[in-house]
């Protein structure tokens, strides 16, 4: 299910059977001209991970709205991204997953109320290439038996 009014309508009344939700943390950096264009392939890469994620596992998780910070603010978003968390677990979510390529966030996982889903990512490439969809069924394949381990 997904961040829209036709799956959100959906998984009101059935939110006891979904207890999973997966938000994607997604770095920019519109200062630096060098890591933009890595940036937004990342988050196109990201967007497919997550939403063959949520396919696969239709009706058991939720994939949560896109989850923007600076690049190199992670210490000062732990604060921020620990009040999304608490928000989820309201509805009630009891598995919470942080997807990102950005490394980082492996640092401060001990001091977020969820967990990091940590992939190392491609800096660049064609989202539609052999290459890249390989990449992506193979990593979300792993990722998919990483999370079913925490059910």
Known sequence: MRWTKADTTQYIPEKQYIDTVIIPLIPFDPGNDQHMVKQAFQRELNQVF?????????GRIFLAPDYHYLEG???DEKERINRWIHKFKEQPFHHIFLFTFDSKWKKYEGELEGHVLWVPGMGSGD???TETQSFVR????????LIQAYW
């Open 127 to 129: 989202i539609q290439s």
């Open 50 to 58: 997550t939403n063959l994620i949520e396919k696969e596992y239709k």
């Open 138 to 145: 193979e990593q979300a394949h792993q990722i998919s038996e």
């Open 73 to 75: 603010s992670q210490a």
